[in-house]
């Protein structure tokens, strides 16, 4: 009889490691309890080990990543046609196993840095006790918006700006972040800890993207647009950073960012988070809202706000678009999907829409649990 073969170390591995991390998605998708305890007792403190270590480098380790990334995959056809033509059966054997290890480490990080973090406990039953599951009248939508409104006018005035007429972030900005959310650890524990230097990346890419920040479970870095207006810079590091918390769906990331924001002593970080708690409200308005009522708010924004509440500059997307070898529109359109898939895999069965879910919690927080503390 021919001798079986073995199943050589790398394989083994492997099949190790996909199993565990089969394991753990199932284990998560059929026990939240489970879920709970890996946030706040291995992530957490995993988290905070690890991206105060990526923390160290002065540049986006994850960014380098997926640059690599794409060469390998650039490379990949190359080398199977060299390795087949010559031979080389060791040179495709060594190149299969690089690329198997390459795919097992993007299952594994999304795995217990993303997808089983999915299935946490949701923020409204977790922390507010379901308050507002009865939901909202139209009038507490439009009295929310507008207060919302009024705040960042006024804080519109107060800000510092350049000679352009920009906002200027405050030089102390990342102490700022950490101390926003230590206090805001009060409420919810999992924000305790150390708060990693967030990182600027490739602001021609994440423009072209439409993207803001990025949350890279690969190295647990949080990251941001460095075209991003300044505006929006502080409100995005909370939210990068409330994922590297354990808090990684989109509408309780925002809603965090947002509080955290209004915890800072800095006007132009509250400026920030009022900024975009409006975004959101104004779009639940234009749904929800008669017209007349939604155009009402939009004339009451300043219009120091409307110029500030930009993605970026026109200039700098008007260069983006005019430089792009793939037309914008695409690449967005690209992201978007790609977005929309990540969250459905990960169990949000409405993807990209599950953003708009911020409304709901700053809804909830100003009538039910806000009102409760203030009540005598």
């Not at 139209?138 to 007429?165: F, H, K």
Request: negative net charge; aromatic residues 10%; contains cysteine.
């Amino acid at each position: 009889m021919p001798e079986k073969k073995k199943l050589s170390k790398n394989i083994i591995a492997m099949l190790i490691i996909l199993a565990l991390s089969a394991a753990a998605n199932i284990a998560a998708m059929f026990c939240t309890s489970a879920a709970d305890f890996y946030m706040r007792h291995i992530f957490a403190p995993l988290s905070d080990i690890i991206s105060t270590v990526t923390g160290i480098l002065p540049f986006s380790l994850g960014e380098i990543l997926i640059v690599l990334g794409i060469l390998l995959l650039i490379a990949t056809p190359f080398v199977v046609i060299i390795g087949a033509v010559k031979k080389k059966k060791r040179l495709l054997k060594d190149f299969g196993i690089f690329f198997g290890w390459v795919l097992i480490y993007i299952i594994f990080t999304e795995t217990f840095n993303c997808f089983v973090l999915y299935r946490t406990t949701e923020f409204s039953p977790k922390y507010h006790n379901s308050a507002g599951a009865a939901g909202f009248t139209t009038e507490q939508l439009s009295q929310l918006c507008e207060e919302t409104i009024l705040s960042a006018n006024a804080l519109a005035e107060e800000i510092s700006r350049d000679e352009n007429g920009d906002m200027l972030l405050p030089e102390n900005f990342d102490s700022i972040a950490e101390r926003a959310m230590n206090i805001l650890s009060e409420e919810y524990p999992e924000l305790s800890g150390v708060c990693p230097t967030p990182k600027k990346i490739n602001g021609a890419v994440m423009t072209s993207f439409d993207l803001q920040g990025i949350y890279f479970p690969f190295t647990l870095e949080a990251n941001y647009n460095k075209a991003l207006s300044p505006a929006r810079v502080p409100c995005t590091v909370m939210h990068e950073l409330s994922h590297l918390k354990g808090f990684i769906r989109e509408d309780e990331a925002g809603f965090i960012a947002y509080r955290a924001c209004l915890e800072a002593e800095e006007p132009e970080v509250r400026y920030s988070g009022h900024i975009s708690a409006l975004n959101y409200l104004l779009s639940a308005c234009k749904k929800s809202l008669p017209y007349e009522e939604y155009l009402r708010l939009c004339s009451l924004v300043s219009p120091l706000v409307i110029i500030d509440n930009t993605f970026v500059s026109e200039e700098y997307m008007e260069y983006i678009r005019q430089k792009a070898v793939i037309p914008t529109e695409k690449t967005q359109a690209v992201s978007a999907k790609a977005i929309d898939t990540t969250l459905k895999i990960g169990g949000v069965s409405d993807g990209k829409q599950s953003y708009g879910r911020m409304t709901d919690l700053l809804l909830e927080y100003r009538y039910y649990v806000k009102e409760e503390v203030t009540s005598p």
